[in-house]
């Protein structure tokens, strides 16, 4: 344990030590072959444009090479990858999309991912909405807030383990360690397998996402309903307004724009949802999702590399389209900078 505690932090001070003797160096390199301290004026001023169109680059170009090498070329490859067969040996045409589009499992996992997006980005972004409303008029708002923040440190395998607690069935006879089931069972009702229950389960594991995500969602808006300024809130209390009114008339539509990034980088995250969903059921009860069917045909029974190329590209085509949304969002809410 020491010993990788040692590796990694010496890991870290050689890639921040490395990193700036690559800027130092560049930066050296550029002012020799186009020098700025002594000659002709307008060689001086023609080097310091071309400092300032190259520099961005050189300083860019590592973090560009990583891109190209560890995004751009994986794109391609499975692109490419998706028109072979299960080896990658021999091409197959459109015979793994054909597949994908007359797949029951593939068709019911897209319906599955579908019900997460419909459900856990909405409610995340609700209920973060409301506690950050609520949070900012208590004196305890503050605790309370870290409480709520607190599951965003826990694991995604973390977080299901402890959720598999809570839904634990020890059989009709047995003595419930779940807490769910204790509670139905102290109420006289019957004990239920909740994740093993048809549609109703795929709920019992956005639970898991919602509890997770709820924090992020209330930190973020939290600080867009701090910057309203207080003369708006002030003039609608004069004019009348009651605290309904206020919250979805007021104070909604001047943090619209933040409350749209929210949901869109949640929207995201549900779309590559992995680790709840395998560490619940391994996709059985028909709770499989777009993620876990790729990794089951890519790693499991042999492997497929043709057909979990198909799906990877699909999470990728339902991904990219918000991300870009989410940039531009983000690049007005800077003013365009």
Same mark, same amino acid.
């Given at each position: ?5 040692? &590796?990694? *932090?010496g ?6 030590f490395?990193?700036?003797l690559?800027?130092?160096?560049s930066?050296?390199l550029l002012q020799i072959?186009l020098?700025?301290r &002594?000659g =002709? ?5 023609a ?6 169109a190259?520099r961005p680059?050189?300083f ?8 190209i090498?560890?995004?751009?070329y994986?794109?391609i490859a499975?692109f490419?990858?998706?028109f072979?067969d299960?080896s990658?040996g ?6 793994n ?5 007359t797949?029951a499992? $593939?068709?019911? /996992?897209i !319906?599955n991912?579908i019900?997460?997006?419909?459900v856990?980005?909405?409610a995340?972004? $609700?209920f ?6 609520l949070t =900012? ?5 503050n605790?309370?807030? /870290?409480?709520? *923040?607190?599951p965003m440190?826990?694991s995604?395998?973390?977080? /299901?383990?402890i959720w598999? $607690?809570?839904y #634990?069935?020890?059989?009709a006879d ?8 204790a ?5 006289g009702g019957d ?6 229950m048809?549609?109703w389960?795929?709920? $019992?594991?956005?639970v898991?996402l919602i509890w997770i995500?709820?924090? !992020?969602a209330m930190v973020?808006l &939290? ?6 300024? #207080?003369e708006t809130i #002030?003039?609608?209390?004069?004019d009348g ?5 206020i ?5 909604v539509?001047?943090?619209?724009g933040t409350?749209a990034?929210?949901? @869109? ?8 949802? *992995? =680790?709840?969903v395998? @560490?619940?059921?391994n996709g059985q009860?028909? @709770? ?7 990794? =089951?045909?890519?790693f499991?029974g ?6 979990s ?11 990219t389209?918000?991300m870009?949304w989410n940039?531009?969002?983000?690049? #007005?809410d800077?003013?365009?900078h």
């Amino acid at each position: 344990m020491a010993s990788q505690i040692v &590796s990694a *932090f010496g890991a870290v001070i050689a890639g921040v030590f490395a990193c700036a003797l690559y800027y130092w160096l560049s930066d050296k390199l550029l002012q020799i072959v186009l020098p700025v301290r &002594s000659g =002709d004026v307008q060689r001086i001023s023609a080097n310091l444009k071309t400092h300032a169109a190259i520099r961005p680059w050189l300083f860019l170009g590592p973090a560009l090479l990583l891109m190209i090498v560890y995004l751009v070329y994986p794109v391609i490859a499975t692109f490419i990858l998706s028109f072979y067969d299960r080896s990658g040996g021999n091409f197959v045409g459109l015979a793994n999309y054909w597949w994908a589009a007359t797949d029951a499992q $593939f068709r019911q /996992s897209i !319906f599955n991912n579908i019900l997460w997006l419909a459900v856990v980005p909405a409610a995340c972004t $609700f209920f973060g909405l409301v506690i950050a409303v609520l949070t =900012d008029r208590i004196w305890w708002g503050n605790i309370a807030k /870290s409480l709520i *923040f607190m599951p965003m440190a826990i694991s995604f395998v973390g977080a /299901s383990v402890i959720w598999k $607690f809570i839904y #634990e069935y020890r059989g009709a006879d047995g003595t419930q360690i779940g807490l769910l089931n204790a509670i139905v069972q102290f109420f006289g009702g019957d004990p239920q397998v909740w994740i093993a229950m048809p549609i109703w389960n795929n709920f $019992f594991l956005m639970v898991i996402l919602i509890w997770i995500q709820t924090g !992020f969602a209330m930190v973020i808006l &939290s600080a867009a309903l701090r910057g309203i300024p #207080e003369e708006t809130i #002030e003039a609608a209390v004069i004019d009348g307004a009651n605290g309904w009114q206020i919250f979805w008339k007021i104070m909604v539509p001047q943090i619209w724009g933040t409350i749209a990034v929210v949901w @869109t980088t949640i929207t995201i995250l549900v779309l590559k949802v *992995f =680790d709840i969903v395998l @560490t619940m059921t391994n996709g059985q009860w028909n @709770t499989m999702v777009l993620a876990n069917l790729m990794f =089951d045909w890519m790693f499991r029974g042999g492997g497929d590399s043709g057909r979990s190329a198909v799906i990877a590209l699909v999470i990728m085509a339902a991904v990219t389209p918000i991300m870009i949304w989410n940039i531009r969002q983000a690049s #007005e809410d800077r003013g365009g900078h």
